[in-house]
Protein backbone atom coordinates (compact mmCIF):
# COMPACT_ATOMS: atom_id res chain seq x y z
CA UNK A 1 0.00 0.00 0.00
CA UNK A 2 2.97 2.30 0.73
CA UNK A 3 3.92 1.89 -2.95
CA UNK A 4 0.79 2.36 -4.33
CA UNK A 5 0.44 5.67 -1.91
CA UNK A 6 3.70 6.59 -2.71
CA UNK A 7 3.03 6.35 -7.09
CA UNK A 8 -0.07 8.77 -6.14
CA UNK A 9 1.41 11.21 -4.49
CA UNK A 10 3.89 12.05 -7.13
CA UNK A 11 1.41 12.44 -9.96
CA UNK A 12 -0.93 13.99 -7.33
CA UNK A 13 -3.93 11.46 -8.17
CA UNK A 14 -7.35 11.45 -6.11
CA UNK A 15 -6.88 12.39 -1.95
CA UNK A 16 -3.12 12.47 -2.19
CA UNK A 17 -3.98 15.81 -4.76
CA UNK A 18 -2.96 18.40 -2.44
CA UNK A 19 -5.54 21.12 -4.20
CA UNK A 20 -8.47 18.71 -4.74
CA UNK A 21 -8.40 17.67 -0.94
CA UNK A 22 -7.18 21.07 0.09
CA UNK A 23 -4.32 19.52 1.87
CA UNK A 24 -5.76 17.20 4.57
CA UNK A 25 -3.64 14.20 3.27
CA UNK A 26 -0.59 16.01 3.35
CA UNK A 27 2.45 15.01 4.86
CA UNK A 28 3.38 16.76 8.28
CA UNK A 29 6.87 17.92 9.95
CA UNK A 30 7.41 17.11 13.10
CA UNK A 31 7.20 20.63 14.39
CA UNK A 32 5.41 21.19 17.24
CA UNK A 33 3.61 24.49 16.59
CA UNK A 34 1.38 23.76 13.57
CA UNK A 35 1.14 19.93 14.72
CA UNK A 36 -0.83 21.90 17.74
CA UNK A 37 -3.50 23.12 14.87
CA UNK A 38 -3.83 19.13 13.77
CA UNK A 39 -4.48 17.76 17.68
CA UNK A 40 -7.37 15.42 17.69
CA UNK A 41 -7.54 14.47 14.40
CA UNK A 42 -5.31 11.89 12.38
CA UNK A 43 -2.65 12.99 10.39
CA UNK A 44 0.82 11.50 8.60
CA UNK A 45 3.87 12.65 9.83
CA UNK A 46 7.49 12.25 8.50
CA UNK A 47 10.88 13.21 10.35
CA UNK A 48 14.06 12.30 12.01
CA UNK A 49 13.92 10.59 15.13
CA UNK A 50 16.63 12.79 17.26
CA UNK A 51 16.37 10.44 20.43
CA UNK A 52 14.93 7.60 21.67
CA UNK A 53 14.35 6.18 25.28
CA UNK A 54 12.24 3.89 27.66
CA UNK A 55 10.63 5.21 30.39
CA UNK A 56 8.64 2.58 32.43
CA UNK A 57 7.96 0.11 29.59
CA UNK A 58 6.85 2.66 27.67
CA UNK A 59 9.19 3.71 24.25
CA UNK A 60 9.38 7.06 22.82
CA UNK A 61 11.20 8.13 19.99
CA UNK A 62 11.01 11.73 19.91
CA UNK A 63 11.94 14.30 16.97
CA UNK A 64 13.51 17.32 19.07
CA UNK A 65 15.45 18.30 21.78
CA UNK A 66 12.94 18.72 24.38
CA UNK A 67 10.89 15.66 24.51
CA UNK A 68 8.58 17.93 27.13
CA UNK A 69 7.22 20.31 24.09
CA UNK A 70 8.34 18.28 20.73
CA UNK A 71 6.71 15.73 18.65
CA UNK A 72 6.79 12.01 19.76
CA UNK A 73 5.53 9.02 18.87
CA UNK A 74 5.01 6.58 21.99
CA UNK A 75 4.51 3.16 22.12
CA UNK A 76 2.90 2.08 25.09
CA UNK A 77 4.43 -1.22 26.73
CA UNK A 78 1.49 -3.62 25.75
CA UNK A 79 2.56 -3.24 22.34
CA UNK A 80 6.11 -4.12 22.29
CA UNK A 81 5.32 -7.16 21.38
CA UNK A 82 4.14 -6.37 18.10
CA UNK A 83 7.13 -4.70 17.32
CA UNK A 84 9.02 -8.01 18.62
CA UNK A 85 6.98 -10.05 16.22
CA UNK A 86 7.68 -7.35 13.41
CA UNK A 87 11.89 -8.05 14.26
CA UNK A 88 12.55 -4.82 15.10
CA UNK A 89 13.26 -3.11 17.62
CA UNK A 90 12.26 0.95 17.91
CA UNK A 91 14.78 2.11 20.40
CA UNK A 92 17.11 1.63 17.60
CA UNK A 93 15.63 3.76 15.51
CA UNK A 94 17.65 6.78 16.33
CA UNK A 95 18.53 9.14 12.88
CA UNK A 96 16.05 7.23 11.17
CA UNK A 97 13.98 8.92 8.91
CA UNK A 98 10.53 7.46 9.80
CA UNK A 99 6.84 8.11 8.38
CA UNK A 100 3.92 7.80 11.17
CA UNK A 101 0.21 7.77 10.70
CA UNK A 102 -1.88 8.18 14.01
CA UNK A 103 -3.95 10.57 16.14
CA UNK A 104 -2.49 13.75 16.85
CA UNK A 105 -3.05 14.23 20.35
CA UNK A 106 -1.65 16.82 23.40
CA UNK A 107 0.49 15.24 25.68
CA UNK A 108 3.44 18.23 26.70
CA UNK A 109 3.94 18.49 22.81
CA UNK A 110 2.10 16.32 20.05
CA UNK A 111 1.94 12.85 20.36
CA UNK A 112 0.83 9.79 18.27
CA UNK A 113 0.33 6.40 20.36
CA UNK A 114 1.63 4.17 18.23
CA UNK A 115 -0.03 0.20 18.88
CA UNK A 116 0.88 -1.39 15.52
CA UNK A 117 4.00 -1.25 13.57
CA UNK A 118 2.61 -1.46 10.28
CA UNK A 119 1.42 2.57 10.84
CA UNK A 120 5.28 3.20 11.38
CA UNK A 121 7.54 3.33 7.79
CA UNK A 122 10.63 3.61 8.06
CA UNK A 123 11.95 5.21 5.39
CA UNK A 124 15.71 5.32 5.62
Keep these: MYRAESAARKVGRGIWNSKASGGFYDIRKPDPDPLVQDVDSVQIVEGI ?48 RVRVRGYIELYGGPIVWLNDPVRLEILD
Design 49 to 96: IIKTAEVRGTIYLNFGADYKTDFTIAIPKKSRKFFKKASYDPLTLTGA
